[in-house]
């Protein structure tokens, strides 16, 4: 449900060039109630979201579901974090800096830090 909410896609769209890649089959149960009555249903697969630049390097993943506002804010922190990686002189060190600092971040406080735009 939350790539068809429309303020998610809309996000998607505006900022970032989707893809959607399915690695493997999506796993299916089927329940036996018995008397020829079956059902058949498939299962949660499993999701990530790969930021990626142009020339196929993560930025960052995003793995699991997530509320749609929260998966919005976690989108607009991977923007800005892309961004400023475009304008570095740098990239590659930039990006190794910024999961450093948050790694050191979540150790400590327990949170990601935040990116926000240059004031």
């Known amino acids: 449900m939350l790539f068809s909410d429309e303020a998610v896609a809309n996000a998607i769209n505006l900022k970032f060039e989707p893809v959607w890649v399915s690695v493997r089959d999506v796993p299916t ?3 036996d109630f018995g ?14 979201t790969h ?3 142009a020339d196929g390097t993560i930025v960052d993943i995003l793995p699991g579901l997530y ?3 929260e998966y919005l804010a ?10 400023y990686m ?3 002189r740098n ?8 999961h450093g600092k948050q790694v050191n971040s979540i150790k400590t406080t327990g949170k ?3 990116v926000r735009p240059y004031a």
């Open 51 to 53: 930021v990626l630049t």
């Open 86 to 88: 475009r304008e570095a």
């Open 67 to 69: 509320h749609s506002q």
């Open 74 to 83: 976690q989108l607009d922190q991977l923007w800005w974090v892309h961004r």
């Open 112 to 114: 990601p830090m935040e």
């Open 91 to 98: 990239p590659m060190v930039f990006l190794a800096d910024y």
């Open 29 to 31: 149960v089927t329940i």
């Open 35 to 48: 008397n020829g009555h079956k059902i058949m249903r498939t299962l949660h697969g499993n999701v990530a």
